[in-house]
């Protein structure tokens, strides 16, 4: 009998807990893990405090790499996924090797998102989804007085938290423009400059961004709405997309993420999606909705991997707790933890 | 700036230009100032398959072995790659081609085998080559570039040894090459922007030291150039053969030459021929040639005739395992050969030690009238270092002849028993100094004579004028501090490098232990020996053979019993697992 090979695309939050559970319910199949990150599982909403020092790369990774080998998990890092073929069953990796499996979870999880009239700057934003972006900030940080703040998403309200015990100027441009998932109503963009301004963040709120021009190496001359401001750094936190092109021609039904079923099973057999990059019907209020947070990804990573392993479990979401953020359904606590 | 220390393996197909990519790593880096040592595998069978690999040690301080992990591998052929993973430490780099012709199976590329603390680097070494040389076969040196521009080096230094080694073959192909270089070099920079190794080149030497890229092979064959050898008789054997290559390329031109014999026989009777008319000639062969000389030494130490060979070690016995390294002749260099036969025996440990000590077996196979034995091994002689140019070049040829007297025209002894046990010695054709020369047992004057006192006066003298030659003999050498030690380490040959660094490395976690560096090892310094082993109270003798044939041959010397540690895995011996041993016994003792 062939053995059963189960291929999780992604070893984020969602990624690693479905691979546990599936060694954990299928402990004689094969589990392998593929994901293009180099390093282990990180916890990416720990990432700020590791900025600022309040938490050690070692809970950053909250996962020891032997933990996946003692546990007979296979972790190919550094490699990318650029093809699904569920009629042959099949992965395509970018360096051409093909990989069978017998059952397939998507958790890739999403990239930073950054608006289209950006995309121009982008070589002066920084983002913070992966620890290789750490990089990036320990580099420029250490001579950076003056930080803006672009966006406003979880990650950038946890980045101006840490910011600022680090003692830096903190500007925060809340523009209330679109960051998939998430939109501010003027409500809540007056709550959340509120809170801002009181820790002493300068909120540049409502305020439109005309031009970026770089000073001097790391620093920047931004230009908002007729004034400027020059800063040292800017980061972008517009929420995430899910990271799902290579899906493109797989056959699965797909919109802005993956979309699944409230057992996380996709339109094609064998194949589940968990995590940010999943899209989840929900029958009650017949719509898709979408997560996000670690515990959230971890929760959805074991479901699907119980569900593929032959289980049947539902997510359970209740309605309430389940935001209608203009016509966006998101499961999130989001912002009130700042 | 924390020293670098870094080892570089690139593996492919043999025919992927595994070698050819290695021999430039190791020149460019050389040029950009490291200390190296690299040495390359390749595939017993004389065909167009097989792997091969290149492994390159380089860093800022002088290196003495091979490392125990591989931080970089560049994959030409993930076939043959995949069984390189077992070499990577944690966190190794690997530079893979991500191009294949066509799809493959889950587990034919190399990325299905990495652990996953590895960094993978795909790469389209194939395809960069092929567009902007329009021939894949520069695939290696896009290879080349791709490291270069990961690694954050200067590309000058490759520049340099790429048009060193092409320039010769026309315009095309060193163009082809440097753009294949290029393509490789113009991906990385594009597709990695942060140089994921950054390896500093180091200051440039206060004091210029002119490096000379050699393996020791060349070395051996530039110490018998320098030695002024006039002749050359061998047979092709690995790992001795390029020797021979190099020297039927050099020697010509020096007035010499290279005859190659119909067998190891024929090549030593040669050159006992040579040495008894006067002229410096030299054979190189390895073990299984060994023993069919042993016949024809036993004759060179009877008939009092200098000989030079090189016993270029590699595994037996037998034909046994022609391209892996093994430490296991020394028995049969010390004593094959019929009756008491002694002859000099020495054990350079390095590239400019092959050099130095061929050139002075020379001048000791000419003094002491026998054969000298020069005893290398696979990774020796394969294995290449920059050496400074001073150590290998410009020494002195020093005629070690000593021939009769005036007065002794005519009444001449060629046999003549000394207090040194060396007599004076005639070339043929000298009037008045005929004698005649024979295996047999013989006289004073040369003729043969197997009475009891003949025969032992005249053993006693070839035995007395071989330890007389211990005062021009290299003499062990020690490092470590004055006083007692817990432990001694005493190597010989390749093998030599591996134990000073684990005893460096030891003597940094405050272990009171020190190494002995043995060359001659026969005749051997046996008050030396002695006495470093007096101050040790264990003694560890690491060698490649299975016995362990240096420990029984000065095992006796030590009040206790030396510990061996032998391994015949065809390997070089590792700094780490002596440092291990070398840890274990001293726990051993503290419990």
């Not at chain 1, 250490?142 to 930080?147: E, K, R």
């Not at chain 1, 999943?278 to 959805?300: C, F, M």
């Not at chain 2, 050819?20 to 190791?26: D, E």
């Amino acid at each position: 009998m062939r053995e059963d090979h189960f291929i999780v695309i992604g070893n984020g939050p969602a990624g690693s807990q479905a691979a546990f559970t599936l060694k954990e319910k299928a402990p004689e199949a094969r589990v392998t893990i593929v994901t293009k990150e180099r390093e282990g599982c990180c916890h990416s909403h720990l990432l700020p405090g590791f900025l600022a020092g309040s938490i050690s790369e070692k809970k950053v990774f909250a996962i020891s790499l032997d933990h996946y080998t003692k546990s007979g998990i296979k972790l190919r890092t550094g490699q990318s996924v650029v093809d699904v073929n569920p009629q042959r069953k099949e992965i395509l990796l970018e360096h051409k090797e093909t990989i069978s499996y017998s059952g397939l979870i998507i958790a890739v999880g999403g990239r930073p998102y950054i608006p289209e009239p950006l995309l121009a700057y982008r070589e002066h934003l920084c983002t913070l989804k992966t620890f290789q972006d750490t990089g990036t900030w320990r580099q420029l940080l250490p001579a950076a007085d003056s930080i803006l703040i672009m966006g406003g998403d979880l990650t950038s309200l946890a980045v101006t938290k840490s910011l600022l015990a680090l003692k830096k100027k903190i500007y925060f441009m809340l523009t209330g423009e679109a960051f998939w998932p998430l939109r501010f109503d003027k409500a809540l963009q007056e709550e959340v400059s509120g809170k801002l301004t009181k820790r002493g963040v300068t909120v540049l709120a409502g305020n439109k961004l005309v031009g970026i021009e770089p000073v001097r190496s790391g620093s920047c001359r931004v230009y908002v709405d007729g004034q400027k401001i020059k800063v040292d750094m800017i980061g972008a936190f517009f929420g995430l997309v899910p990271d799902i092109g290579f899906l493109r021609r797989s056959g699965l039904q797909l919109d802005r993420g993956v979309l699944v079923d409230e057992y996380l099973c996709s339109s094609h057999e064998g194949i589940c999606a968990a995590g940010d990059c999943a899209q989840i019907y929900h029958p009650e209020i017949k719509d898709y909705w979408v997560s996000i947070g670690t515990k959230n990804a971890r929760s959805l990573g074991k479901i699907a991997a119980v569900n593929l392993a032959g289980g049947r479990k539902k997510t359970r979401v209740d309605r309430e707790r389940i935001f209608d953020i203009q016509g966006v359904k998101v499961n999130t606590s989001w912002w009130m933890e700042f | 700036m924390p020293g670098v220390d870094l080892t570089i393996e690139i593996c492919g197909m043999s025919g992927d230009g595994t070698i050819a990519a290695g021999t430039l790593l190791n020149e460019a880096l050389s040029g950009a100032g490291f200390s190296i040592i690299g040495f390359d595998s390749y595939p017993a069978e004389i065909r167009g398959f097989g792997r091969c690999v290149t492994r390159s040690r380089f860093g800022t301080s002088r290196m003495l072995a091979l490392s125990d992990h591989t931080h970089v591998l560049i994959s030409l052929d993930d076939q043959q790659a995949i069984s390189r993973i077992s070499m990577l430490g944690k966190n190794a780099k690997v530079l893979f081609d991500n191009k294949p012709a066509g799809t493959v199976q889950e587990g034919m590329s190399i990325a299905a085998h990495t652990a996953p603390d590895a960094d993978l680097y795909g790469m389209p070494f194939t395809d960069l080559a092929s567009e902007a040389a329009g021939t894949t076969r520069g695939k290696n040196l896009a290879a080349l570039g791709c490291f270069t521009g990961l690694a954050g080096i200067d590309p000058r230094f490759f520049y340099t040894v790429i048009e060193k080694k092409f320039r010769a073959k026309g315009e095309t192909v060193l163009n082809a090459n440097l753009n294949s270089f290029n393509a490789g070099l113009t991906y990385a920079h594009t597709h990695f922007e942060d140089a994921p190794l950054v390896i500093t080149a180091p200051a440039p030497e206060k004091k210029k030291v002119q490096r000379i890229m050699l393996s020791g092979n060349a070395a051996i064959a530039r110490g018998a150039l320098d030695a002024g050898l006039a002749l050359y008789f061998g047979y092709p054997i690995t790992p001795a053969t390029p020797i021979m290559e190099y020297l039927a390329k050099t020697l010509p031109q020096k007035g010499g030459k290279v005859v190659q014999m119909e067998d190891e026989i024929s090549s030593i009777g040669a050159v006992l021929g040579s040495f008894y008319a006067g002229k410096r000639a030299m054979t190189a062969t390895s073990g299984p040639g060994l023993a069919l000389m042993a016949e024809m030494i036993s004759l060179g130490v009877m008939s009092e005739t200098p000989a030079v060979i090189v016993d270029a070690q590699r595994g037996g016995p037998s034909t046994g395992l022609p391209t892996k390294t093994e430490q296991s002749d020394l028995h049969a260099a010390v004593f094959g050969g019929p009756g008491d036969s002694p002859r000099i025996v020495i054990a350079p440990t390095d590239v400019a030690e092959c050099y130095q000590f061929t050139l002075k077996s020379f001048e000791l196979a000419e003094k002491y009238q026998t054969p000298v034995i020069v005893l290398t091994d696979f990774f020796l002689d394969n294995r290449v270092e920059n050496v400074a140019a001073a150590d290998i070049s410009g020494k002195k040829r020093v005629d070690g002849n000593i021939y009769p007297p005036k007065k002794e025209q005519g009444r001449y002894q060629r046999y003549l028993v000394t207090p040194s046990g060396i007599s004076p010695r005639a070339l043929p054709g000298s009037e008045g100094y005929i004698y005649p020369a024979t295996g047999l047992e013989h006289t004073e004057a040369g003729l043969p004579d197997y009475s009891e006192p003949v025969h032992m006066q005249m053993n006693a003298k070839r035995h007395t004028k071989i330890r007389q030659a211990l005062a021009d003999l290299p003499p062990p050498k020690e490092f470590s501090q004055k006083g007692p030690l817990d432990l001694g380490v005493i190597a010989w040959g390749s093998s030599f490098g591996a134990a000073l660094e684990a005893v460096l490395k030891a003597r940094k976690k405050g272990l009171a232990v020190g190494a002995l560096k043995v060359i001659s090892l026969f005749p051997y310094h046996e008050e030396q020996i002695r006495q470093f082993m007096s101050r040790c109270r264990r003694v560890l003798i690491p060698e490649l053979n299975f016995q362990g044939q240096l420990a029984n041959l000065i095992g006796h010397l030590h009040h206790g019993d030396v510990v061996r540690f032998n391994r015949t895995t065809g390997t070089p011996l590792l700094p780490s697992e002596i440092l291990l041993k070398i840890q274990e016994l001293l726990q051993k003792d503290n419990t």
